[in-house]
């Protein structure tokens, strides 16, 4: 079932596609700084499991720095902040900014408490997507999806 | 700063290095070894997801790692969930650390059978993994392939050894047949347990009981630590071991209390295998059983899903012109010749 495709166009770009295609995707979940809502990341972190998604779960008191870590070594696809403590026009671009500092293509989606007023700065800064309360899973699974489609290696 | 490997084009920037430098495909399996052995995080972290995809690219990562592993003690660490197996690895990975090892983490946890998805939450509890100058941390979910998890973590873990990590933990949970294999292949067994009867007859049921090398006593601030030590002591009475008799430490992982002891135990036990049973032996034997469960996975591949050979094979059974019998010897025959391409063997 996971055959090497008879070679085509290009065989090394056809197997990193298939790299999306056969193995579930890996997003890294976390809160950073001092922020301690972390009821919506495991409800996020349940409906991406039950969405086939592997889930890596850093939960709360993270850093941009350990963030960018837990993405090297396990390979992640996208990176999921949950923000509630207002801080998101901080803390969202600055993850961004690490990402691409590190000169990784990887996108950042945010969720949780952001007003409307804001989420054009956030797209701006480069954050794929953000999701508020109410999201449901098939959402939530959804935009998770075409950010790991979005990723480089 | 280390020269870079020949083939690769030095980088414009000596830091940080891109992700795809110009002029390595990405799937460049030479390349991203090379750096791995530079200590390029990254380049490991890819490699492993290759190792783990199973197929030629994890066959490619397994061709360059092999000359390059052996030097790697492998510590399993295996328990029933919640026992304090992250928490307590944490802590033994920082006693390494401190002991001057460069430390690897793998920590495997079940996916859900319904959508093969994992929430892979060991390292909420590796503080020591979230700061530089921690270990290499990978987490792994079992997605669901019983003969090929083991296979891929076996794979992971030699990666790791390749890369340079002289101690590596592989945090399992200890429930099943699948566990059980990995931990198998690990040099050193720690079996944790909390305190209360429940665990301990859990742990003997399961069998870990059998293949612990050191027990851990973990949560020993909770009531029935000092039981749960005497319980395990008097199934060793009973019990058959050889010239190791596993050693029962009291910890509490969460302050680490305990992790000095049982990181010494740890030593002594590689000590003990370095003595009494020499390193190519136990090396070889390791080898033998790791090529027992390729071909094994390779013949259950090839049944499940005839090609080729195989497949003709199975047609002539089928139309009652061929003896089951006489099928599977002419395969088993032919399998002597073949170069094992087309199948499909996992990790
Ligand atoms: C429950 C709650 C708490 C609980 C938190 C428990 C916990 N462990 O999480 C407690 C009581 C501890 C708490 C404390 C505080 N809270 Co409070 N809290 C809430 C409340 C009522 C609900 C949050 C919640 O859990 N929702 C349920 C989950 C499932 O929804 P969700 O988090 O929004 O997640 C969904 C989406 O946003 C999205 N999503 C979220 N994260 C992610 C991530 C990714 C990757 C993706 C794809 C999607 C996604 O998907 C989820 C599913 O739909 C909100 C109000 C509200 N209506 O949101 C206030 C709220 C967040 N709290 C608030 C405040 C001010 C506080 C306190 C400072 C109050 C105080 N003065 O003490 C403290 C701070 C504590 C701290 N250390 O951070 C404010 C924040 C204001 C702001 N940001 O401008 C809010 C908005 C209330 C308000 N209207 O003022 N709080
Ligand atoms: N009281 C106490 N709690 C502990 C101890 N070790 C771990 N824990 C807690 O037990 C829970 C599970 O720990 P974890 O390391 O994730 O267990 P694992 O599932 O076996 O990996 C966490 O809440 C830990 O904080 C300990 O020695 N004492
Ligand atoms: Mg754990």
Do not use: C
Not at chain 1, 56 to 85: F, M, W
Request: net charge negative.
């Amino acid at each position: 079932m996971t055959g090497p495709a008879a070679g085509t166009a290009g065989p090394q770009a056809e197997r990193h596609h298939d790299r999306h295609r056969r193995q579930p995707v890996r997003v890294v979940l976390a809160k950073l700084g001092l922020d301690g809502h972390d009821r919506g990341l495991k409800v996020v972190a349940r409906m991406l499991r039950d969405a086939g998604l592997e889930v890596i779960y850093l939960g709360l008191r993270q850093t941009t720095e350990s963030i960018l870590l837990a993405v090297e070594q396990e390979d992640a696809d996208v990176i999921g902040l949950s923000i509630h403590n207002g801080g998101h026009l901080t803390l969202a671009p600055r993850m961004v900014d690490a990402v691409r500092a590190a000169g990784l293509v990887v996108p950042v989606v945010v969720g949780g408490i952001v007003p409307d007023v804001d989420l054009e700065r956030l797209a701006e800064a480069g954050v794929f997507a953000v999701l508020g309360p109410g999201a449901s899973a098939a959402e939530v699974a959804e935009t998770v999806r075409a950010a790991a489609a979005a990723r480089r290696i | 700063m280390t020269v870079e490997p020949t083939g690769a084009p030095a980088p414009e920037h000596p830091a940080p290095p891109p992700s795809n430098p110009a002029g390595s495909p990405p799937d460049d399996v030479a390349a991203l070894f090379a750096r791995t052995r530079n200590g390029d995080r990254r380049a490991l972290g890819r490699l492993l997801t290759y190792t783990e995809g199973g197929g030629p690219l994890a066959d490619a990562v397994a061709a360059s790692a092999w000359p390059l592993t052996g030097g790697a003690h492998v510590v399993g660490v295996t328990g029933a969930p919640g026992v304090g197996k992250s928490t307590l690895t944490d802590r033994l990975a920082q006693v390494a650390i401190d002991d001057g090892r460069r430390v690897a983490i793998l920590a495997v946890d079940p996916s859900s059978p319904l959508t093969g998805g994992a929430i892979l939450g060991d390292r909420v509890r590796m503080g020591s993994a979230a700061a530089a100058g921690g270990p290499f941390v990978r987490s792994m979910a079992s997605r669901g392939q019983s003969g090929g998890l083991a296979l891929a973590a076996l794979g992971a873990v030699r990666l790791l050894d390749a890369a340079g990590h002289d101690q590596i933990f592989v945090e399992t949970v200890g429930i099943g047949q699948v566990e059980v294999d990995i931990a198998r292949t690990a040099d050193t067994t720690i079996v944790a347990v909390s305190p209360g009867w429940g665990d301990a007859v859990q742990a003997n049921k399961a069998g870990l009981l059998e293949m612990a090398d050191i027990f851990v006593v973990n949560k020993a601030d909770r009531a029935g630590a000092a039981d749960a030590r005497r319980d395990l002591e008097h199934m060793l009475d009973l019990g058959h071991h050889g010239d190791w008799r596993p050693p029962v430490v009291l910890a509490v992982a969460t302050t680490g209390d305990g992790a000095d002891e049982l990181f010494k135990h740890v030593g002594e036990h590689r000590r003990h295998l370095r003595d009494h049973r020499s390193e190519g032996d136990r090396r070889a034997r390791q080898v033998a059983e790791e090529m027992r469960r390729r071909l094994h996975r390779w013949v259950d591949v090839l049944v499940a899903q005839p090609s080729g050979r195989a497949a003709e094979l199975f047609t002539e059974v089928a139309a009652g012109r061929l003896a089951p019998s006489l099928a599977a010897r002419r395969l088993a025959g032919e399998l002597g010749r073949a170069d094992g391409a087309g199948a499909e063997t996992g990790g």
